[in-house]
């Protein structure tokens, strides 16, 4: 997470306090349309500020080096990011690769693994471009993240790496007040969507459970309120707490790894070829995602409710949220056996499956 994190109505005050000579706003069309630049520039200390409002959802290639050119022109020491996850992920490229023209997304977008674990050669110096991450949606925690989503051509890329965390994080719930019904569900269901992955992930623990449950209950109660009505600023509060919980939470493992991604990476894929924004994408490949995995393959739903969390579903979501008793128990990992019935005790790592049994080939395996 960031070093610096400034939650709650009226935390963009804190910008005051920002010394700076030179500023670059990066936003997109719609915020800016909407007045924030505007209010930016009063809380900023500096005169020298230029605005950079070319971000699209899903921001591509082209895009990030259009902003590069501008910071390489401009030479700011600090860089501020408003708008939604769109907007912070491509402020986190510009700065990256401002500070260090040498690389290039080939050779830094990997797939989407733990970042500790990587190969690719990310920057270890410190950064001379401050990077202040100000969320207008509430939605893909991006400004507390280490990860950010560009299009590269067709496909949607994943840039994660702890130097890309943004300095300062200001959530100031008051920005989302004006946001469109479209995209407050869109959002909302994004966050909660990262929520549910990150619960049944194979990384979670109890400790992490907490913060992802906890993060679901307050969607669940405060999203139809935003939704009803925009100026409730509680459920809008509530909404950016959530969105900021899930992704924030401390765990072993870096908080854009730990999830299962199912809903996520078929939102990506099609997104791309339909340039959807994944809140958008998601909403409709979560409702279905339950489901299918339980009907695509039977023998492997049967392995996953063996282990100590249950298939999710909908309706066992909302029980699990409504109560904080954790459903479903099962065998340890250390117990778990070939749920196929043909006595394989192979620990292959993946949901138990008895893909190898000492040097052959488990034969019921499909």
Same mark, same amino acid.
């Given at each position: 997470?960031?070093?610096?994190?400034?939650?709650?109505?009226?935390?963009?005050?804190? +910008?005051?306090?920002? =010394?700076?000579?030179?500023?670059?706003?990066?936003?997109?069309?719609?915020? =800016?349309?909407?007045?924030?630049?505007? +209010? %930016?520039?009063?809380?900023?200390?500096?005169?020298?500020?230029?605005?950079?409002?070319?971000?699209?959802?899903?921001?591509? =290639?082209?895009?990030?080096?259009? &902003?590069?050119?501008? /910071?390489?022109?401009?030479?700011? !020491? /600090?860089?501020?990011?408003?708008? &939604?996850? $769109?907007?912070?992920?491509?402020?986190?490229?510009?700065?990256?690769?401002? =500070?260090?023209?040498?690389?290039?997304?080939?050779?830094?977008? %990997?797939?989407?693994?733990?970042?500790?674990?990587?190969?690719?050669?990310?920057?270890?110096?410190?950064?001379?471009?401050?990077?202040?991450?100000?969320?207008?949606?509430?939605?893909?925690?991006?400004?507390?993240?280490?990860?950010?989503? %560009?299009?590269?051509?067709?496909?949607?890329?994943? #840039?994660?790496?702890?130097? #890309?965390?943004?300095?300062?994080?200001?959530?100031?719930?008051?920005?989302? %007040?004006? +946001?469109?019904?479209?995209? *407050?569900?869109?959002?909302?269901? !994004?966050? #909660?969507?990262?929520?549910?992955?990150?619960?049944?992930?194979?990384?979670?623990?109890?400790?992490?459970?907490?913060?992802?449950?906890?993060?679901?209950?307050?969607?669940?109660?405060?999203?139809?309120?935003?939704?009803? !009505?925009?100026?409730?600023?509680?459920?809008?509060?509530?909404?950016?707490?959530?969105? *900021?919980?899930?992704?924030?939470?401390?765990?072993? @493992?870096?908080?854009?790894?730990?999830?299962?991604?199912?809903?996520?990476?078929?939102?990506?894929?099609? &997104?791309?070829?339909?340039?959807?924004? *994944?809140?958008? $994408?998601?909403?409709?490949?979560?409702? @279905? *995602?339950?489901?299918?995995?339980?009907?695509?393959?039977?023998?492997?739903?049967?392995?996953?409710?063996?282990?100590?969390?249950?298939?999710?579903?909908?309706?066992?979501?909302?029980?699990?949220?409504?109560?904080?008793?954790?459903?479903?128990?099962?065998?340890?990992?250390? $117990?778990? @056996?070939?749920?196929?019935?043909?006595?394989?005790?192979?620990?292959?790592?993946?949901?138990?499956?008895?893909?190898?049994?000492?040097?052959?080939?488990?034969?019921?395996?499909?």
């Amino acid at each position: 997470m960031p070093a610096n994190t400034f939650f709650n109505a009226g935390a963009l005050e804190n +910008l005051r306090d920002v =010394e700076c000579e030179a500023a670059v706003i990066v936003t997109d069309a719609d915020s =800016e349309r909407r007045g924030v630049v505007d +209010l %930016l520039r009063s809380k900023l200390r500096t005169r020298h500020v230029q605005v950079f409002s070319e971000v699209e959802p899903e921001p591509s =290639e082209a895009t990030i080096q259009a &902003g590069v050119t501008l /910071l390489n022109r401009a030479r700011p !020491d /600090l860089l501020v990011a408003v708008g &939604g996850g $769109s907007v912070i992920d491509a402020a986190k490229a510009m700065r990256l690769f401002h =500070e260090h023209p040498e690389k290039s997304l080939d050779d830094l977008t %990997l797939p989407f693994l733990d970042p500790r674990k990587r190969v690719a050669d990310y920057p270890r110096d410190s950064h001379h471009v401050r990077l202040v991450a100000i969320p207008t949606t509430s939605g893909t925690g991006s400004e507390v993240s280490p990860a950010a989503v %560009l299009t590269v051509g067709e496909r949607k890329e994943t #840039l994660v790496d702890y130097c #890309l965390v943004p300095d300062m994080a200001i959530v100031d719930p008051v920005l989302t %007040l004006s +946001l469109p019904a479209s995209v *407050t569900v869109d959002s909302g269901i !994004d966050a #909660l969507t990262h929520a549910l992955e990150a619960a049944v992930s194979i990384f979670a623990s109890p400790y992490t459970d907490a913060f992802c449950v906890q993060a679901a209950r307050l969607i669940f109660d405060a999203l139809p309120r935003a939704y009803d !009505d925009p100026g409730d600023l509680a459920a809008r509060t509530d909404m950016a707490n959530a969105a *900021t919980r899930w992704r924030g939470w401390p765990s072993p @493992t870096p908080s854009s790894a730990p999830t299962t991604r199912w809903p996520t990476r078929w939102a990506r894929g099609s &997104g791309s070829r339909t340039a959807a924004p *994944t809140g958008s $994408s998601c909403r409709t490949c979560s409702a @279905t *995602t339950p489901a299918c995995r339980a009907s695509s393959c039977p023998r492997r739903a049967t392995r996953r409710t063996s282990r100590r969390r249950s298939t999710p579903s909908w309706a066992a979501w909302s029980s699990a949220v409504a109560s904080p008793t954790r459903a479903g128990t099962g065998s340890s990992r250390a $117990s778990r @056996t070939c749920s196929t019935g043909s006595g394989c005790r192979a620990r292959c790592g993946r949901w138990g499956s008895p893909r190898t049994s000492s040097r052959r080939r488990c034969p019921r395996w499909r």
